[in-house]
Nanobody, 123 residues
């Protein structure tokens, strides 16, 4: 069993930055590939970014490419999502989860979801 705890969300003006953290506890973190997803009110949960167990492979949704950066610190069992140049359309609850295999952009291929952290972007 793995427990994930997201933090770092908040209210920011458009063009601003936030750094989200996802702290893992429980089983060994270093071997896990991790993903970030987000869900806005009335919308489906959508893929944001992914980082493999080594940190050597990352992927991003087209909507955040060039603005968001995913990273991990295995010594701290934490995955980060640096979000720059935020837009109002980035507002959502952001979740991290452990990748299980299959299509990396599908939330059905992840488990051990955290409770999420709210990101609000004012225009």
């Amino acid at each position: 069993q793995v427990q994930l705890l997201e933090s770092g969300g908040g209210l920011v003006q458009a063009g601003g930055s936030l750094r989200l953290s996802c702290a893992a506890s429980g089983r060994t973190f270093s071997g896990y590939t991790m993903g970030w997803f987000r869900q806005a009110p009335g919308k489906e949960r959508e893929f944001v970014s992914y980082i493999d167990w080594s940190g050597g492979s990352t992927r991003y949704a087209d909507s955040v490419k060039g603005r968001f950066t995913i990273s991990r610190d295995s010594a701290k069992s934490t995955v980060y999502l640096q979000m720059d140049s935020l837009k109002p359309e980035d507002a959502a609850i952001y979740y991290c989860a452990v990748y299980q295999g299959g299509f990396y952009y599908s939330p059905t291929n992840y488990r051990y979801w955290g409770q999420g952290t709210q990101v609000t972007v004012s225009s």
